[in-house]
């Protein structure tokens, strides 16, 4: 009787089964960036979260060649979510720089600062930026932001990346390969801290290891480019090997979404990221960054989504 009495309820009301409860009808796909990175740990630590969390929702982290390719698949509608550079989002807002036409990107949140590595060997006769005339460098893989970044520090130190060294264009995994082999002299990579690919180098027995400092040209890309680039610091002992601070610049993360996302979904999505941040930092330490001190710090140049603006006006912060 009581079964019969459930399906009379259901049926008076217009409900069917896969409504009452909750089927997953919101599929979505998160742009991250390559394996030996932040991102990709990062962006699968997120779509276990919503994917648990959110009853209506599946997400799934998709590999990448990040910032740039991120915002193109935004754009295009391949991806629902993107873990970008500020510097790049700002450029696809504006349409400028490597994007045609206007991306109507809008921020969910500001992550966690992304930091410029310059990696090399001892023995390379590598000590600052300009050591790298006439060398081997990967700058970064093709539609990345460490390229777009890394082509900013070294033209902030008078070099031009074409005519003053043999320029590679590798994933940090692949970049860090190629320099353990002696294939290359030296590579760019913007990540957080450690980046598992670094670390995994650092630690090759034989290898010395070292990071350049390069916040001498941080005006420079100021002058520029805006204030979207800060100065920062690579502690000493984040790396095997790493025995001093390397001063370096610093530009933050972001998570973005398209403008035509729905209000509800962004604020989903938005509020089970800060209610379940603790599950997040398991998967990576950059996570921690996650706070609500940073949002309305002026760390995103693109407007934050409607959705995001209404989580964060009921946490207390003023946000446009």
């Known amino acids: 009787m009581r079964r019969l009495w459930v399906w009379g309820i259901i049926f008076l009301f217009g409900l069917s089964l896969p409504s009452a409860w909750a089927q997953k009808t919101v599929r979505l796909s998160i742009a991250t960036g390559g394996t030996g990175g932040v991102y990709y740990p990062m962006g699968g630590g997120m779509a276990n979260i919503i994917s648990k969390y959110i009853p209506y929702t599946e997400a799934t982290a998709e590999v990448t060649t990040a910032s740039v390719d991120n915002c193109r698949l935004v754009d295009a509608g391949k991806a629902e979510l993107a873990l970008i550079m500020a510097d790049t989002g ?165 998570l973005v979404c398209h403008e035509k996302m729905k209000g509800d979904i962004a604020y989903d999505i938005l509020k089970t990221l800060f209610d379940h941040k603790p599950e997040l930092i398991n998967v990576h330490r950059e996570a921690r960054w996650l706070s609500l001190e940073y949002q309305p710090t002026g760390a995103s140049p693109i407007p934050f989504h409607p959705g995001a603006i209404r989580y964060f006006t009921e946490k207390g912060l003023k946000i446009k």
Do not use: C
């Not at 969910?108 to 990696?119: F, S």
């Not at 034989?206 to 400092?213: A, P, Q, T």
């Open 90 to 254: 700002w450029d696809a807002y504006q349409g400028r720089a490597q994007f045609k036409e206007k991306v109507p990107l809008r921020t969910v949140a500001v992550l966690y600062p992304n930091n410029m590595h310059i990696v090399t060997l001892e023995g390379k006769g590598i000590e600052k930026v300009t050591d790298l005339k006439g060398k081997r460098v990967s700058t970064g893989a093709p539609g990345s932001g460490t390229e777009v970044m890394a082509l900013r520090v070294i033209e902030a130190f008078g070099l031009d990346p074409t005519k003053d060294m043999t320029r590679d264009k590798l994933g940090v995994s692949e970049s860090a390969g190629a320099l353990k082999d002696r294939k290359i002299d030296a590579f760019f990579w913007v990540g957080g801290l450690p980046t598992a690919a670094i670390t995994d180098l650092g630690a090759t027995p034989g290898i010395k290891m070292k990071l350049i400092g390069h916040l001498d040209g941080l005006t420079k890309m100021r002058e520029t480019y805006g204030p979207i680039y800060v100065k920062g610091v690579i502690p000493a002992k984040t790396y095997p090997g790493q025995e001093v601070d390397v001063p370096i610049t610093v530009v933050w993360n972001l």
